[in-house]
């Protein structure tokens, strides 16, 4: 870390410090914002003053106050019908895809051979109403391998030729009990025609593949959500896409690229490149940077840890670098006794306090404690040293709380009219229930979510 970082890391830990005293009536702070109180959204506003000497001044009041929700999927606790695990595409024609497991009789994983299938649905109006469930892959209890379940979708639509692509986990074998004789099973499905169709097949081996020098991969699955998509990085027809998969307790996870729409994979680093520490590496969501580099945000397999491991591959050196934990209840990505994988995506803003161009990353995830309370934390990136290193990614955190309810996966994509399109697991009409979940759609804009600190780029 650079002797200016350090500089700043130590003037945020004694802002906490002096943050905490102000909110048990000691010591002297201010509210800086102008926000009407006294919080940590101070603390990042004086780091920002010393960062750039640009002068705090109060946000200004979002004037839409017009967030759209929307049921999508609702789960059935009476008739034992779920909907678990949301994925969400912007199709080329504009409209909104959702997906999701569609759980018969319970709502466990693959492996309890109740018959999963992956479906979808589409909204013309920009999230405020969806049309009939469609079906995007099959699974039917009375089948064995491939065509028994198919769940966890990862999905994305290629920005020049619209085809969707879908990777999943499919199979009777769960992801506990998987072997290399008998593994969980990989699913490829696509779409030429927004959605309408589907074309499935069984990938398992070309997957694992990659990693037959690595024996101890004994069990994977593409983590859920979206797949993303570099701006910056082409080869032949296609942007190279990202994903994370998730290996077996030991493992933790890794990262996998294609230059080909998903046709053929390969792992970022190489096979053995394992960008968490073992024993914490987990589900993860991976994004490029304004740079072209990729950062790694995963969940942790021990609840102890109480926030995102976050890692960066640096296409200079062609490694990963070193693993950094943000868990700080005040300026991290803080998720209380809570494991629970959610949505990284980083956008182009405007910030409203000097017009100033730069980026913004957002972290969904379950506050806590437990899988409740699903919150968006954002941080800003004003410049090349505010994301050149994992450590960057463990502090300067803000949040906004998108739920109160027992709540657990989440995805979210930026629109082309600068919105963010948010899909939830959310018990939103089922009694108080932590498990039965519906799949709520949001539509929110980035000055709620910032409290106006922040507007879309390519709105302005």
Known sequence: MSNMKKLLHLTALMLTVLL???????????????????????????????????????????????????????????????????????????????????????DYDIGSNQGIDIVGKISEDNGKTWGTAMMIADGNQRRQGFDNSHGDAAAVVDRETGKLLIMCASGKQGFLASTLANPLLVGRYTSDDNGATWTGCEVTSDIYGIFASCPEVNALFFSSGR????????????????????????????????????????????????????????????????????LLSCRSKQTATSGRLFNIYDYATSSWGEMAVSNDSQSGTYSENCSCNGELLIVPVIRTSDQRPMHLALQSVPRGPGRQRVTIYY?????????????????????????ENYS???TMISTTDGDIAFLLEDCNDNDGSTSAYDIVYKQLTIQTITDGRYLPLNNN
């Open 379 to 403: 941080k800003a990136l004003l410049n090349a040293e505010d994301y050149d290193e994992p450590l960057d990614f463990t502090w300067g955190w803000q949040s906004y709380q998108v739920t």
């Open 227 to 294: 797949i993303c998509q570099s701006s910056r990085i082409k080869q032949g027809d296609y942007y190279r896409i990202y994903s994370a998969v998730d290996g077996p307790m030991g493992v933790g996870c890794m990262v996998l690229y294609s230059d080909d729409f998903g046709n053929t994979w390969q792992a970022l680093g190489d096979p053995d490149a394992r960008p968490t520490i073992t024993p914490f590496g987990d589900e993860a969501k991976v994004e490029e940077l304004p740079d072209g580099n990729v």
């Open 20 to 106: 905490a005293q102000a909110a048990s009536g000691q010591g002297v702070y201010a509210d800086v914002n102008g926000d009407g109180e006294v919080n940590i959204a101070d603390v990042n506003e004086v780091v920002n003053v010393i960062l750039d000497g640009t002068t705090p001044t109060p946000p200004p009041v979002d004037p839409t106050n017009d967030t759209i929700v929307a049921t999508v999927f609702d789960t059935n606790v009476a008739t034992r019908h779920y909907y678990r695990i949301p994925a969400i595409v912007q199709l080329a024609d504009g409209r909104l895809l959702a997906i999701a497991d569609d759980r018969h009789n319970s």
């Open 408 to 410: 657990a996966y989440s």
